[in-house]
């Protein structure tokens, strides 16, 4: 991909509200394929697109990368062997063990990429068009449609919808709105309004939980106010929302989820005689050389006493299967 094509796949994956990682080789030590300026752009589900090394960097670049879209924090990673590296890795530097056949290595740094907030405002009074405006300024995507016009398939699960029809029709703009399950919905009114708004909403059978998570009034209480000060204070709410991180996610999590993030059940450690991975899912590492591969049919599988192991080629699958106990007792990797 060239520097053009680069450039016009970001934009792409920008347009369409998706988070990705840009990562690029910064320092290249050694025969390695990879080399300084060489970049790739790694979406949140894993796909490469670009160029940033061989089969040994590349799943781990990969794997880094939706961590860090994940957490929305940058990383500098220095990928190769220990015995490369004689003093101390400078602070902030993460240090990926791998083995390659060149003896090569490589520094990545991976950044995430977040795309502008797409908020939809609904309704078409003053208020509504200022925090338009305002939105806009911030180089956020707006689109502000009339209450009637208004319908589920105007948002997305990362969009934000505030619903600003003041009396015209709100049930239904807000009906519209939760059925998109966005990542936050917000009704411009009272609390007696949107009170009454969201009880007419459950006696036809919306779902409590559902109706809890429209924030009403929408925006920062700032008292009695002008229209203007209250397109401010609801743009307030939602930067301040989004530098939280509960925009995100929301938007990663359930649909419809607001941020509440279900915990997560302790991770599962098979038995010994349970398969490490089944065909085809999830990662698995690489007794022999520690590397991190897709389990699958492509990945060398090779069964020893009921656990399935992949590989992350035929040389490693070969040494493991000509002495699988020395690589299974050994903790540390070749």
Known sequence: ????????????????????????????????????????IITATG?????????????????QAREVISDGVPRLLLLGTAEQFGGPL??????????????????????????????????????ASTLAELSRALGW???????????????????????ATQGHHDEEAVTEAIAARPAYVG?????????????YLAERGLPTGELDKVHVPAGLDLGPTTHREIAVA???ELVKLRASGALAAAAAGPAGDFGARAPKSP?????????????GTGDA???????????????????????TYYFCCAGCRGAFGKDPASYLRNETRC
């Open 90 to 127: 400078p602070e902030g530097m993460n240090f990926v063990p791998i083995s390659c056949q060149s003896e090569g290595s490589l520094e990545v740094y991976i950044e995430p990429i977040q795309p502008a907030p797409h908020l939809v405002v609904v309704g078409h009074s003053p208020m």
């Open 187 to 199: 009704l411009v009114g009272s609390a007696r309004r949107g009170a009454a708004v969201l009880g």
């Open 1 to 40: 991909m060239d520097g053009w094509g680069f450039l016009e796949q970001g934009a792409e994956l920008a347009r369409r509200g998706e988070s990705f990682a840009l990562a690029t080789v910064v320092w290249r030590q050694g025969p390695s394929s990879g080399k300084e300026s060489c970049r790739a």
């Open 285 to 307: 590492v690489d007794p022999v050389c520690g590397m991190t591969v897709t389990a699958g049919p492509s990945a060398y599988p090779l069964a020893h006493e009921g656990v």
């Open 267 to 279: 991770a599962h450690v098979p038995p010994a005689s349970e398969p490490t991975a089944p065909p």
């Open 141 to 163: 995507r707006t689109d502000l449609i009339a209450g009637q016009d208004f319908t589920a398939a105007a948002a997305t699960q990362r969009s934000i919808v505030v619903v």
């Open 47 to 63: 796909e490469l697109h670009g160029w940033i090394g061989g089969a040994c960097a590349e799943p781990v670049v990969i794997r």
């Open 234 to 236: 609801i743009l307030a």
